[in-house]
């Protein structure tokens, strides 16, 4: 007779191998799925039942090995008895398998014992899952450490979860590396997501002043993946890292995750497709989320929707959506909704939106309330921005302040804004420094602009740049209109210039016609301000060109700002035309200027109407510029109408 465990039986895979310890056990039996029945089972059958009649007891074992793959117990179980009285290990295994299958759960454990004494790690395994199922968890790190330390994948993982739930993490993680590397595909993928939190502990205008008029709303926008379409574009990590090998946390959790992912672990592929969308590999990363999403993983069909959604596709983007949706991911009805909203199917864009707050997201609460107010449905909006704030929607909350505060109740909005504020919008931060400020209390103001600047808020750091300036502090001031210049706000740009405009040394100056090409870094900003439509900064781009000689440049600048409605622009385009000889025509700009209150566009069209002699329209005119001022037009204004009167009179 043979020893105790020659040969052991891949019960869950249907397989025969040379002796390894690798017998069946009740969580391989269960979660493993039956292969096909191969062609040439039942002749493999007759051998076995004609070796076991002549009395091979290994023949005996794995002949009952196969019928309790088969299911059917009944058969199988007096083969499995006999082998195991003969002293096969295996068998005594697989007997406690079909018992623990029967419902015998206590007698099956006896059997596992008598296997894991003579040396089955799986048997092993299954008796350490008996004691933990039953809350004895000494004997069950025991058993599971025996099966373990003999290599037995499934025993090592168990002993993992074990050790990580009674808070050893350290010895959880070496044991769960070991059953990775032995190629158990759950023990890869928890690797992979210990390292994946390991590896996230380790990263640490127009002229006028623009400020405290305007609220506003999120900059994520309704078609943000925040927001409208609710996706948040990462997928959660737990865990902590493994072996100190030189590689970053983060590559190895990848490493973890493709092997799990190529042994069919859906998460996994889930995890590795986010990964790769984040580095921009795009092919690979759909690849892997088709996998996930054919077997069954709702949020990695939600992902590849958007995946397609962004290379144009929208059509085969809704329809995994769709599916994702119909598996209850709030993220896809959310996307769902998005879609239909901007197809203008309101309806049902809507009936989408209710789908993702019924499965958990708040976006849906927030999107549809953004949805009643285009349809002008105020009171419903409140009530769906108020439902997402009190989830925690941040931009929800602000939204709901800003709704709040247009409808006169600003003792309501404030705390809104506060709340959002304090949970990270920076759009209620700065609006939160409009409110004060409209209020007066422009150092509270001032602290919550300094916020929402310090989070990268463009206007906020326009705003700041603007008090530091009022206060004298032109050091700060310019670093804060840097960051709002160079986060595109026109009006920044504009009072830069002005500041370094204000540093600049007195240039000699030029003779008409005589074009220099070099620039101050001031005029550069003027020109992004003016280029930007920035009025002011239009005007004095062509004032630094005409200093410099170049009246075409001038010109145009001028008539851009003139044509935009700046009158000081069609004033001084009138200066530029009058000086080369084209008075009518700088008239016109002077008359545009005039209507606009340009008291020396007035008293120049005084001037011009009384060089022709008409008298009366220069009286005329020389009388606005009086009351257009400023003083030294109304000074020369007035003595040119009384001149023109007594002319008129004689």
């Not at 949970?423 to 300094?450: C, K, Q």
């Amino acid at each position: 007779m043979d020893v105790m465990g020659d040969k052991a039986t891949l019960f869950e895979t249907g397989r025969f191998v040379q002796p390894s310890g690798e017998e069946a056990t009740p969580d391989e039996s269960r979660d493993e799925t039956a292969e096909a029945v191969e062609a040439g089972e039942a002749v493999e059958e007759m051998r076995l039942r004609l070796a076991a009649e002549a009395g091979d007891v290994e023949a005996v074992s794995v002949l009952g090995a196969m019928l309790l793959r088969r299911g059917d117990l009944g058969g199988a179980e007096p083969h499995l008895r006999a082998a195991t009285a003969a002293g096969d290990r295996a068998a005594a295994n697989n007997l406690g398998v079909l018992l623990h299958q029967r419902g015998y759960p206590d007698e099956a454990a006896g059997w596992w014992r008598v296997a894991a004494v003579a040396g089955s790690a799986a048997a092993a395994h299954a008796l350490g899952r008996y004691h933990r199922e039953r809350g004895d968890e000494p004997a069950a790190e025991y058993w599971l450490r025996q099966s373990a330390e003999q290599g037995h994948a499934l025993g090592a993982y168990a002993l993992a979860d074990l050790l990580e739930h009674r808070g050893d993490d350290r010895s959880g993680e070496q044991w769960m590396r070991a059953a990775a590397e032995r190629g158990h595909r759950e023990a890869a993928y928890r690797l992979a997501r210990a390292l994946d939190r390991k590896g996230n502990k380790g990263t640490d205008g127009t002229g006028e002043t623009k400020g405290n008029s305007e609220y506003q709303e999120s900059r994520d926008g309704r078609g943000g993946r925040e927001n409208r379409d609710g996706r948040d574009g990462k997928v959660s990590g737990v865990g902590e890292s493994g072996a100190d090998n030189g590689v970053s946390p983060q590559a190895e959790a990848e490493q973890w995750y493709r092997q799990s992912a190529a042994r069919g672990h859906r998460r996994a592929a889930l995890h590795l497709g986010t990964i790769l969308e984040r580095r921009g590999e795009l092919k690979e990363a759909g690849r892997w989320y088709l996998t996930s999403a054919k077997d069954g993983e709702a949020r990695a069909a939600c992902a590849l929707g958007f995946l397609l959604r962004d290379a144009g596709d929208t059509e085969n983007a809704a329809i995994w959506w769709l599916r994702a949706a119909q598996d209850g991911d709030g993220n896809a009805a959310n996307a769902l909704g998005a879609l239909h909203a901007e197809r203008g199917q309101t309806q049902t864009a809507e009936r989408w939106y209710r789908a993702a707050m019924d499965a958990g997201d708040d976006n849906g609460a927030y999107n549809l309330a953004l949805l009643c107010v285009e349809q002008g449905r105020t009171a419903q909006a409140e009530q769906w921005y108020r439902r997402a704030a009190y989830a925690g929607h941040r931009e929800a909350a602000n939204a709901l302040a800003i709704l709040l505060l247009r409808g006169g109740d600003t003792a309501g909005a404030e705390p809104w804004f506060s709340k959002a504020a304090e949970a990270g919008s920076v759009d209620a931060a700065f609006n939160l420094g409009i409110l004060f400020a409209g209020r007066g209390e422009e150092t509270v103001a001032l602290r919550w602009y300094e916020r929402a600047a310090a989070a990268g808020h463009t206007e906020a750091a326009l705003q700041v740049g603007i008090a530091r300036l009022r206060d004298g502090d032109e050091r700060e001031a310019e670093r804060h209109l840097r960051c709002a210049a160079g986060g595109g706000s026109a009006e920044a740009a504009y009072r830069l210039a002005a500041v370094l405009d204000a540093r600049r040394p007195p240039q000699p100056a030029h003779e008409l016609g005589e074009i220099v090409h070099e620039k101050t870094e001031c005029e550069e900003w003027y020109e992004r301000a003016a280029t930007q439509g920035h009025r002011r900064a239009q005007v004095r781009v062509g004032m630094l060109a005409a200093a410099r000689g170049d009246v075409v440049e001038a010109a145009r600048w001028y008539r851009t700002a003139a044509e935009a409605g700046s009158r000081n622009g069609a004033f001084n385009l009138g200066l530029l035309l009058a000086r080369e000889g084209s008075e009518p025509e700088a008239a016109v700009w002077w008359t545009r200027a005039a209507d606009a209150g340009h008291g020396r566009a007035a008293l120049r069209l005084a001037l011009v109407y009384a060089r022709r002699g008409e008298l009366a329209e220069g009286q005329r005119w020389a009388d606005r510029a009086v009351s257009m001022g400023p003083a030294e037009v109304a000074e020369r204004a007035a003595r040119l109408r009384d001149a023109l009167r007594e002319e008129l009179s004689a």
